[in-house]
């Protein structure tokens, strides 16, 4: 239902845009975000959006506030995550999922709020 997309291999400080396309259910009625699990480490979440039928408030961790962007666009169903600056302790495989008409914080910390899950994508930042 959900396909992320976008990773790859970038330089620190570079940039890179994930995708993640719903098939199957739509975004107005879902918080959609993303996780993120570096090798040997614990999931942590990254940043989600709030559903249309809310008031799309949006949520991001501390490590990557001012640097990734999350935005949406309803009428493709895809949510998208720009990511600058990037460093190298962002590599990780990452992960969109989706949550029905859950809040953003909730969303990012109960297990019980995400629906859905996509494949992951990795994003490897190495000089």
């Known amino acids: 239902q959900l396909q992320a997309s976008g990773g790859g291999l970038v330089q620190p400080g570079g940039s890179l845009r994930l995708s993640c396309a719903a098939s199957g259910i739509t975004f107005d009625d879902y918080t959609v975000g993303w996780f993120r699990q570096a090798p040997g480490k614990e999931r942590e979440g990254v940043s989600c959006i709030g559903s249309s039928s809310s008031d799309g408030s949006t949520y991001y961790a501390r490590s990557v506030e001012g640097r990734f962007t999350i935005s949406s666009d309803n009428a493709k169903n895809t949510v998208y995550l720009q990511m600058n600056s990037l460093k190298p302790e962002d590599t990780a495989v990452y992960y969109c999922?989706?949550?029905?008409?859950?809040?953003?914080?909730?969303?990012?910390?109960?297990?019980?709020?995400?629906?859905?899950w996509g494949k992951g994508t990795l994003v490897t930042v190495s000089s």
């Open positions: 999922a989706a949550g029905y008409r859950a809040g953003p914080w909730a969303f990012m910390h109960i297990a019980t709020m995400q629906d859905a």
